[in-house]
């Protein structure tokens, strides 16, 4: 790829289209914007050209639509008949916003109309580095670049470039536009072992403030309003999807589309409103953005694509009193060097390709689907698109995590990776960074239990949250913790009746824990004075008694002590009772039973 580099004046009211030839994007180019906000869509949108704009999601559509009516939104709810009736419309420049998934429906109207689509229309790709981002999850977005590259007229545009490794790109130029009066954005790097607690700080210490709250995860967003309470009001910006995860969560509203008149005193947006939409705040609001790894691993944020993002989103920068980023690090996190990853690359491919070459080598269709079933298998397999090619944009979004991943390892890593976030081919940062170290004495992966996790990890865990409670060193309530942590209630009462070393040393699973509390309440009930006086008082020392005897006056004593947790057995009644067989003669019959020969122990004690 060719990069040209563009000065732009970015002062307040000057749009990308001045810096452009006759104020239009170019074919074949690139356009890495850097900041976010300069009008690109807007210069397509006002084109005097047929124009197709691929964006991610029908959220970014309905976003753009509210100011530009005139365009037609294709995406989940409108129809190939919807797209037609558009088309015969008559105006002067067909304007379509398109998602990948519903772009069949655009190519079936114009196969229908006998429309030239690949020649007839400009193509365009917002936040194109959402290609990259999302192939591994969704591969009709890079699946879509086939039909990309078939247009005539195309372009691609983002504000946080990541370079593509397909080769149809070698021709393209990349528009690289260099802000004159670039000044880095002020934030606040809070790095902490728990980034809920951490918030929960900050929402205290600036109580009469107004916040936008942006984390990649729902999970992490309910965390936040069970350990801050209901001091402020909220609402939480999600997918449809997620709904109903917030059932029985007093909010003040829960949406699926950004509407600035149902913001409140502190609003969550999850990952699907950190690009491509613009948030039109009228009152000043302070930007939070969450990032733990710990508690789940999409919750990751790149200081570069993300994080510039997300801030991005609010048009009137001047409204924005603060940027704080609070994240966790997470040690142990998974990644690989760049030598090994192209190590790794590098040999599954030729694995890949030599079972490849097997399978089409094979006679037998038994042979060719084992062969199948060993390549579906294999880990270059996920570096394979729809129609059994390798795909760059799937190897692009392996390296990318990787290295995103990689920011996490530890706390210099991730202040490293916000110090040098800098424009595409620019030595300009994107942040002025002030970092503040927060450590509590219970981290997120306390707080949160991941189910993986072994039980005497948990068990470690739940202990130290036990004496931090006790040394009154955790500003939680325990019905938080209750919440959160299950098998909380059941490791305080034995750690209760028989102490720490006790259970830390006895206990390798909850039924460990479960047998233990079970015991002692047991030996409680079953070895009191009490109890031991009956036990005495109906089987006496030198008697015969009969097994159902034995059985019933036993079952009877269970029942009158409200004893339920064990049955009247041999095993349980042998406890209590010392027993000798003995057959005996009772009114001519032979009956087999037992002679009283002493008690137990414990019961003597």
């Known amino acids: 790829m060719n990069i040209k580099n563009i000065q732009f004046n970015n002062v307040q009211g000057n749009y990308l289209?001045?810096?452009?030839?006759?104020?239009?994007?170019?074919?074949?180019?690139?356009?890495?914007?850097?900041?976010?906000g300069i009008g690109a869509t807007t210069t397509e949108?006002?084109?005097?050209?047929?124009?197709?704009?691929?964006?991610?999601?029908?959220?970014?559509?309905?976003?753009?639509?509210?100011?530009?009516?005139?365009?037609?939104?294709?995406?989940?709810?409108?129809?190939v008949g919807q797209v037609k009736e558009y088309l015969c419309s008559g105006i002067a420049f067909y304007k379509i916003m398109i998602t990948p998934e519903s772009f069949f429906k655009l190519v079936k109207a114009c196969e229908i109309m006998s429309i030239d689509l690949y020649n007839t229309f400009f193509i365009l790709i917002d936040e194109c580095d959402r290609i990259i981002k999302s192939a591994d999850f969704r591969q009709s977005f890079s699946s879509i670049m086939d039909?990309?590259?078939?247009?005539?007229?195309?372009?691609?545009?983002?504000?946080?470039?990541?370079?593509?490794?397909?080769?149809?790109?070698?021709?393209?130029?990349?528009?690289?536009?260099?802000?004159?009066n670039h000044v880095p954005k002020k934030v606040n790097l809070c790095v902490t072992n728990n980034s809920i607690l951490m918030l929960d700080k900050v929402l205290k210490a600036n109580n009469d403030k107004k916040w936008l709250i942006f984390a990649n995860s729902n999970k992490i967003i309910r965390l936040c309003i069970d350990i801050h309470g209901y001091?402020?009001?909220?609402?939480?910006?999600?997918?449809?999807?997620?709904?109903?995860?917030?059932?029985?969560?007093?909010?003040?509203?829960?949406?699926?589309?950004i509407s600035v008149d149902k913001f409140c005193d502190i609003n969550f947006f999850t990952g699907r409103y950190f690009a491509g939409l613009d948030i039109n705040i009228t009152e000043e609001y302070n930007i939070i953005i969450i990032s733990d790894p710990v508690i789940t691993l999409h919750s990751i944020l790149d200081p570069l694509t993300d994080v510039v993002q997300i801030i991005g989103?609010?048009?009137?920068?001047?409204?924005v009193k603060s940027i704080n980023i609070i994240t966790t690090p997470k040690e142990g996190i998974e990644f690989l060097t760049k030598d090994e990853?192209?190590?790794?690359y590098e040999?599954?491919?030729?694995?890949?390709?030599?079972?490849?070459?097997?399978?089409?080598?094979?006679?037998?269709?038994?042979?060719?689907?084992?062969?199948?079933?060993?390549?579906?298998s294999m880990p270059f397999a996920d570096f394979v698109d729809l129609n059994g090619k390798k795909s760059n944009f799937l190897l692009d979004c392996s390296t990318y995590y990787n290295n995103v991943?990689?920011?996490?390892?530890?706390?210099?890593?991730?202040?490293?990776?916000?110090?040098?976030?800098?424009?595409?081919?620019?030595?300009?940062?994107?942040?002025?960074?002030?970092?503040?170290?927060?450590?509590?004495?219970?981290?997120?992966?306390?707080?949160?239990?991941?189910?993986?996790?072994?039980?005497r990890e948990k068990l470690i865990s739940i202990v130290e949250i036990i004496e931090a409670l006790e040394e009154g060193k955790l500003d939680l309530t325990v019905e938080f913790i209750r919440k959160y942590i299950l098998i909380f209630d059941k490791v305080v009462e034995l750690y209760n009746l028989k102490g720490r070393e006790f259970l830390l040393t006895e206990c390798t699973s909850l039924k460990d824990v479960d047998d233990h509390i079970l015991e002692y309440h047991l030996n409680e009930k079953l070895y009191n004075k009490s109890f031991a006086d009956d036990i005495k008082s109906e089987f006496t020392l030198d008697e015969f008694y009969s097994a159902s005897d034995i059985k019933e006056k036993y079952k009877g004593l269970l029942e009158k002590h409200d004893i339920t947790e064990i049955k009247a057995t041999p095993k349980n009644y042998s406890c209590h009772i010392i027993l000798d067989q003995e057959v005996k003669k009772i009114d001519g019959k032979t009956v087999r039973g037992y002679v009283v020969t002493g008690y137990s122990k414990k019961l003597q004690n």
């Open 17 to 36: 289209n001045n810096v452009l030839e006759g104020g239009i994007i170019p074919s074949n180019t690139i356009i890495s914007k850097n900041i976010t």
């Open 45 to 79: 949108l006002n084109s005097k050209r047929h124009s197709i704009i691929i964006v991610e999601s029908r959220e970014i559509i309905d976003n753009k639509k509210k100011n530009n009516p005139s365009i037609l939104a294709v995406r989940e709810g409108i129809g």
């Open 147 to 180: 039909t990309f590259f078939m247009f005539k007229h195309k372009a691609m545009v983002t504000a946080t470039f990541i370079e593509p490794s397909d080769p149809r790109f070698d021709e393209f130029t990349v528009l690289n536009i260099i802000p004159i």
């Open 231 to 257: 001091h402020k009001e909220y609402s939480v910006f999600c997918g449809k999807d997620y709904v109903d995860t917030y059932k029985g969560y007093k909010l003040k509203h829960i949406e699926t589309s």
């Open 313 to 319: 989103r609010v048009r009137d920068t001047t409204l």
């Open 341 to 344: 990853l192209f190590d790794h």
């Open 347 to 376: 040999s599954s491919e030729q694995d890949y390709l030599d079972t490849v070459s097997k399978r089409d080598k094979a006679v037998s269709i038994n042979s060719k689907n084992r062969y199948t079933t060993i390549i579906n």
């Open 405 to 455: 991943s990689s920011y996490y390892d530890n706390n210099n890593s991730i202040c490293k990776a916000f110090r040098e976030c800098s424009l595409y081919k620019s030595s300009l940062k994107h942040f002025e960074v002030n970092i503040i170290y927060k450590e509590f004495n219970i981290s997120s992966d306390q707080l949160y239990h991941n189910p993986n996790k072994a039980f």
